[in-house]
């Protein structure tokens, strides 16, 4: 089983809707989760946080934790083009050593279509 | 506010060769993490260096070294280059005091041919 799963992709929206993203992690003391951005060619960019069981909401995108599952999601709403891109999801402190390393997914490839 | 930097952008090497990657850490930051990055795939962990020790290890061979400076800026090297180190190599910074949320600089591309 692979410390942390995301579906590949690709995952193809119309613009204007929504895009959920889902990743799972095999680690249950894993207690801090990511989502990065990342387009092609480019390096990861930070898009949201989140610590606690729930939903965390900032602007168009909203991170939900479930620990109980293992399960972490990214919405985005109104999709746009400029959405287009890979998403990883990172947990830090999975498996061996856990500490302050980040393990990444694989990522989903997000396609926003016009 | 400058963000993390990486130099150089690109590196060609041959097998066998050696290879120095630099970064200096977004103001303020005083932690750096290095990743490798394959085409296709997440980053790998590969080490972090705090108080100018390295902190954390993953699982890469001893051919992959680092070092953290006063400034906490960084490097990491890798010796006897192979063709399977092609990748794109990430630099974050984080503070150790902020929860170490970790911010990416834009990457060293290395291609050994």
């Known amino acids: 089983q692979k410390e942390v799963e995301q579906n590949s992709g690709p995952l193809s929206v119309p613009e204007g809707a929504i895009a959920s993203l889902n990743c799972t992690y095999s680690?249950?003391?894993?207690?801090?989760f990511f989502w990065y951005r990342q387009y092609s060619g480019k390096s990861p960019e930070l898009i949201m946080s989140?610590?606690?069981?729930g939903d965390k909401e900032d602007g168009r995108f909203t991170a939900q934790l479930n620990k109980a599952s293992q399960y972490v999601s990214l919405l985005i709403r109104d999709s746009q083009p400029s959405d287009s891109a890979t998403y990883l999801c990172?947990?830090?402190?999975?498996?061996?050593?856990?500490?302050?390393?980040?393990?990444f997914g694989t990522g989903t490839q997000l396609k926003v279509e016009l | 506010d400058a963000g993390v930097t990486q130099s150089p952008t690109h590196l060609i090497k041959t097998r066998g060769q050696q290879v120095t990657l630099r970064c200096s850490p977004k103001?303020?930051?005083?932690?750096v993490s290095w990743y490798q990055q394959a085409l296709g795939q997440g980053p790998q962990f590969i080490f972090q260096?705090?108080?100018?020790?390295?902190?954390q290890r993953g699982n890469f061979p001893d051919r992959f070294s680092g070092h953290q400076f006063p400034n906490y800026s960084s490097e990491l090297n890798v010796n006897a280059l192979l063709l399977g180190d092609s990748a794109l190599y990430l630099c974050?910074?984080?503070?150790?005091?902020?929860?170490?949320?970790?911010?990416f600089g834009a990457g060293t591309r290395l291609s050994v041919l």
């Open positions: 990172a947990v830090r402190g999975v498996g061996t050593g856990g500490g302050n390393k980040l393990t």
């Open positions: 260096y705090y108080e100018e020790e390295e902190r």
């Open positions: 989140i610590y606690s069981n």
């Open positions: 103001s303020g930051h005083d932690t």
């Open positions: 974050a910074s984080s503070l150790a005091a902020a929860q170490n949320i970790q911010y």
């Open positions: 680690d249950r003391v894993s207690q801090s």
